[in-house]
C-alpha cells in the first residue's frame, strides 16, 4: 500500500469563473486531440464556471514526505495534514452563495448566469451541510457570511449526496443550478436542480470519481431583511481660482454653491465578486435642483461601492467630504478625475458634498448648452483716484488689479436666487452657466472696504461692450439663447480700513468640539488676558495681545488680493480653539470659522467694516497617537499561512525590519483633520481630541493597498492593552481615543504588491 502525505495550503477562492481552469483545460484537450469536438459543444463560460476545482487539485501536488530507512511512513502528527492512502481519486463539490431582492424571480429561473449579474455574493449568513446519503462517507457541514460568500467540500468520494442549504434567515424563494466536470468530461451541463424536500433548500447531488461539481445558490432576501444604505450626493460648485485646500470643508460651504441647474449625472457602481466585474450593478441618476442639488442613491448589504460624476465641461472634479450616520464629515480620498469609493457594511446613512471647481483661460472658446446662455463677470479693483466721469477706457485704465472676495446674484423669474456662482477666485473670474434666456437683476455683493461703481457687458455675437447701469449694486442683464454674455466689474474704494475685536475666553475641563455658539457661550465664562496675538493684513504684521473686555484693532487693510489672518500663540496646555465671527451690524448669529494650528483666515463674505471675533480655548486632553513605519520583505506570506493573530503579529515584527521615511499620515479628530510625513521611521499626533478618529495613510506605490498594523493602547493611569490587530480598509483605521491622556502606538507594515502568477496542471 503506497501513502503519501500532503501539506493543506489554505484554498484560496479565486471567483466561480477564472479562467485558470480553461488554460488547464485547453491544454489538456490540445494534447489529448480532443479539442475541436469538445469546445463545440462547451462554451468557455461553462469551463470558467470550474475554476475552483483547480485549487483542490494543487494539495495533491505539492511536498510529498518519503518513507525512512525501514520503510515506515513518515507522517506528521500535525492537525493539518491529511493522509491519502492508494490515492484513491476524489471529488469535490464548490457552492457559490448569492441574496438577490425581493425583485428577481429566482424560483423560474432557467438562466443561472443572468441571476449571478443581478444577485450579491452578501447577506445574512449561511450553513451548508453535506450529508452522505449511503452512509458510506463523513457527513460535513460549513458555514459563511459577509463577502465573498461560498463553501467547498474537497476530497470527498464518489457518492449520492444531500446537500442542505440553512441560512440565518429564511429566503422568500431559493434556486440552484450545477454542472460537473472530471479531467475528461464535461459530466452535468449547468441546469437548475430540484428540491428533494418541498418548501426546503435540500437538494440531491451525485459525485462521481475526480468530479468537480461547481453550483450556485441564489435566496431572495425578504422585504423587511435587507440592510440598505442611503448615499446622498449633494453637488457644489466653486470660483475659478478657488483654493479648497487652504479653505477647508467649512470654508468651500461658504464660499461653494449647491444650486446647480441644470442637474448633474452621477452613476453609482456596486461593485460584485472582485475576480468577477459582471457581478457589478449600476445606478444613474441627475441632481435635483430643487432639493439642493442632491441625488440619492439605495444599496443593499455590505458592499464596495464607487461614485462617478460626469464633471461638467469648464469643471475640475476637486474633492469629496462624507458623513456616515450623521457623524463628522471625513476627506474621502479621489480615485481618478472622475470619482471616489466608499466601503459600507449595510445600513448605513451617508452623506456626501462632491465639489467641483471652474476652470477658465479668460477669453476661451465657450459653448453654451443648447437653448441656454452663461454669464462671465470679470472683477477688476480700481485706485481711490478713479476720474468720476471715468468711461470703459478710464475704469479699465486705472483698475487693472483682478479681485477676489467678490459675490454674485442673479434673481430668476420666479423670484428664486439663482447662486451658481460664489467668490470670485484670484484671477478674478466668475460664472453663471446654463442660465434660462431672459432678463434678470444681477447683483454683487463687494469685498470689504470697495462698492461697485461700474459695469460694460457684451455677447461673444458681436463683441461690443456696453455700459450696464448700477443701482444699489445690482445692474439688469440679458441672458441670449445659445450665447455668452461677458461682463467686466469694477469696484473702488469706499473707507479707510477693518476693524476687528476679539474676545478670548477660557473654557473648563469637559468641553467638546463641534458645537453651537450658545453652547460655548454659556461654558467659557472666564476671561483670558494676555494672551499673544497676531494680525496680518494687506501692510504687514500687527503684534498685540487678548485683553479683558476684548482687544480692538483698527485700520486693517484686506487689499484686494489680500486677506486678514489672525494667529494665536495658543497656550500650553490648551488645544485647538473654537472660534465664532459675526459683522456686527448685520444681526446674523456668529459663524463658526475653521482653524488650522491656532490660526482662521476671515472669509470673504464678511462685507462690512467692524467684525467681533469670539475665541474660545479648550483645555488640551494631551492624547496622543504614534506610528511607527515599517517595510516588509517581498517574501511575505501576508497572512496566507498564519493560524492566528499572534501568530502573524510576531511574524510582521520579526521580518519587516526597514523603517520608512517620506509616508503621508492623516489623522481627523473632533477638532479636524491635519496630515504629517514620516521622519526617521515615525509619525507623531499630539493634542488628540478624546472620542472617534481617523488615521489614513497615503500608501506608497509598489506597495499593497492594505497594509498590516498592530497598535497598543497605554492610558493616562499607566495601565497599557495587549498588543492587538488593527485592521485597515484601504489604509484607512477608524479607531477611538477612550479617554484623556491616552496614548495610541501603532506599528504599521507596507506589504511590497509581487507579481502575478500563471500556473499550468498537466493530467494524463
Known amino acids: 500500500m503506497i501513502t503519501k502525505v500532503f501539506r493543506l495550503g489554505r484554498v484560496r477562492r479565486t471567483g466561480s469563473r477564472s479562467a485558470n481552469l480553461m488554460m488547464a483545460m485547453t491544454l489538456m484537450m490540445v494534447l489529448s486531440g480532443l479539442l475541436s469536438p469538445i469546445m463545440g459543444n462547451v462554451s468557455a463560460e461553462t469551463i470558467r464556471n470550474n475554476a475552483a476545482s483547480v485549487e483542490a487539485r494543487r494539495a495533491q501536488d505539492q511536498e510529498p514526505v518519503e518513507t525512512d530507512e525501514a520503510g515506515e511512513q513518515l507522517v506528521s502528527e500535525s492537525t493539518d495534514e491529511l493522509v491519502i492512502e492508494d490515492q484513491t481519486p476524489s471529488s469535490a463539490i464548490y457552492i457559490n452563495l448569492y441574496w438577490c431582492d425581493d425583485s428577481v424571480d429566482v424560483a423560474s429561473a432557467t438562466d443561472g448566469y443572468a441571476l449571478v449579474g443581478t444577485c450579491l455574493e452578501q447577506g445574512p449568513a449561511i ?182 460624476e460626469t464633471v461638467p465641461a469648464n469643471y475640475e472634479f476637486t474633492a469629496v467630504h462624507c458623513s456616515f450616520d450623521g457623524d463628522t464629515p471625513v476627506t474621502v480620498s479621489l480615485d481618478d478625475e472622475t470619482s471616489f469609493h466608499l466601503f459600507v457594511k449595510g445600513d448605513e446613512q451617508i452623506e456626501c458634498d462632491v465639489f467641483d471647481t471652474f476652470v477658465s483661460d479668460d477669453n476661451s472658446d465657450t459653448t453654451p448648452e443648447d437653448g441656454y446662455g452663461d454669464i462671465y463677470i470679470y472683477k477688476y479693483a480700481c485706485d481711490a483716484d478713479v476720474p468720476n466721469d471715468a468711461d470703459m477706457d478710464g475704469f479699465a485704465s486705472n483698475c487693472t488689479t483682478p479681485q477676489n472676495g467678490a459675490t454674485f446674484t442673479l434673481e430668476t423669474p420666479n423670484g428664486n436666487v439663482q447662486t451658481d456662482t460664489g467668490d470670485t477666485g484670484t484671477d478674478g473670474i466668475a460664472m453663471m452657466g446654463a442660465v434660462e434666456a431672459g432678463t434678470y437683476p444681477l447683483s454683487e455683493q463687494s469685498p470689504m472696504g470697495y462698492e461697485l461703481a461700474a459695469a460694460y457687458c457684451a455677447y461673444d455675437s458681436d463683441s461690443v461692450y456696453t455700459e450696464a447701469p448700477i443701482s444699489n449694486g445690482a445692474t439688469d442683464v440679458e441672458v441670449v439663447a445659445d450665447d455668452v454674455l461677458r461682463c467686466n466689474f469694477y469696484n473702488v474704494k469706499t473707507d479707510d480700513g477693518v476693524t476687528i475685536t476679539i474676545y478670548k475666553w477660557e473654557c473648563p475641563e469637559g468641553t467638546t468640539y463641534n458645537q453651537a455658539f450658545g453652547y460655548y457661550q454659556n461654558a467659557c465664562a472666564t476671561e483670558m488676558p494676555g494672551v499673544p496675538f497676531h494680525i496680518a493684513d494687506a501692510n504687514g504684521v500687527i503684534d498685540t495681545t487678548s485683553e479683558v473686555n476684548g482687544r480692538q484693532i483698527t485700520g486693517l487693510d484686506r487689499g484686494p488680493h489680500e486677506s486678514i489672518t489672525i494667529i494665536e500663540e495658543v497656550p500650553a496646555d490648551f488645544g485647538t480653539p473654537v472660534v465664532y465671527c459675526q459683522y456686527v ?180
Open 127 to 308: 450553513s451548508v451541510n453535506l450529508i452522505s446519503n449511503s452512509g458510506n462517507s463523513a457527513n460535513d457541514s460549513q458555514s459563511v457570511s459577509g463577502f465573498p460568500g461560498g463553501v467547498s467540500f474537497s476530497q470527498i468520494p464518489a457518492d449520492q449526496w444531500t446537500i442542505d442549504i440553512v441560512p440565518d434567515v429564511a429566503a422568500a424563494e431559493d434556486a440552484l443550478f450545477c454542472e460537473g466536470y472530471t479531467p475528461y468530461s464535461h459530466t452535468k451541463p449547468y441546469a437548475s436542480q430540484t428540491s428533494i424536500v418541498s418548501g426546503s433548500s435540500t437538494y440531491g447531488i451525485e459525485t462521481l470519481d475526480e468530479e468537480d461539481v461547481s453550483c450556485d445558490w441564489f435566496g431572495v432576501l425578504p422585504t423587511d431583511t435587507a440592510d440598505t444604505t442611503s448615499v446622498q450626493v449633494t453637488k457644489w460648485n466653486c470660483p475659478a481660482g478657488f483654493d479648497f485646500a487652504a479653505a477647508g470643508y467649512e470654508g468651500a460651504k461658504v464660499t461653494c454653491w449647491d444650486d446647480v441647474d441644470p442637474g448633474v449625472e452621477f452613476t453609482l457602481t456596486h461593485l460584485g465578486d472582485e475576480n468577477d466585474p459582471t457581478d457589478d450593478i449600476q445606478l444613474v441618476q441627475v441632481t435635483d435642483p430643487s432639493a439642493n442639488d442632491s441625488t440619492t442613491f439605495t444599496s443593499t448589504g455590505a458592499a464596495t461601492l464607487i461614485v462617478s
Open 585 to 764: 451690524d448685520s444681526g446674523a448669529d456668529p459663524q463658526n470659522i475653521p482653524v488650522t494650528d491656532g490660526t482662521i483666515t476671515l472669509p470673504v463674505q464678511f462685507e462690512t467694516a467692524e467684525i467681533q471675533c469670539f475665541w474660545y480655548n479648550l483645555p488640551n486632553h494631551a492624547s496622543t497617537v504614534i506610528i511607527y513605519k515599517w517595510s516588509c520583505p517581498e517574501s511575505d506570506l501576508r497572512n496566507e499561512g498564519f493560524h492566528s493573530e499572534d501568530e502573524a503579529m510576531a511574524w510582521y515584527k520579526d521580518n519587516c525590519n526597514d523603517s520608512m521615511d517620506g509616508v503621508d499620515f492623516t489623522l481627523v479628530d473632533a477638532a479636524g483633520h491635519r496630515t504629517d510625513t514620516t521622519a526617521a521611521g515615525m509619525v507623531t499626533f499630539n493634542h488628540v481630541a478624546t472620542g472617534p478618529i481617523q488615521i489614513a495613510e497615503t500608501v506608497p506605490a509598489g506597495y499593497s493597498n492594505q497594509p498590516f498594523q498592530v497598535c497598543q493602547n497605554n492610558y493616562a493611569n499607566g495601565s497599557s492593552s495587549a498588543p492587538y490587530w488593527a485592521v485597515t480598509i484601504n489604509g484607512t483605521y477608524n479607531t477611538n481615543i477612550d479617554e484623556a491622556g491616552m496614548t495610541i502606538v501603532c506599528d504599521w507594515y507596507n506589504v511590497p504588491v509581487g507579481p502575478g502568477e500563471i500556473t499550468v496542471y498537466k493530467w494524463t
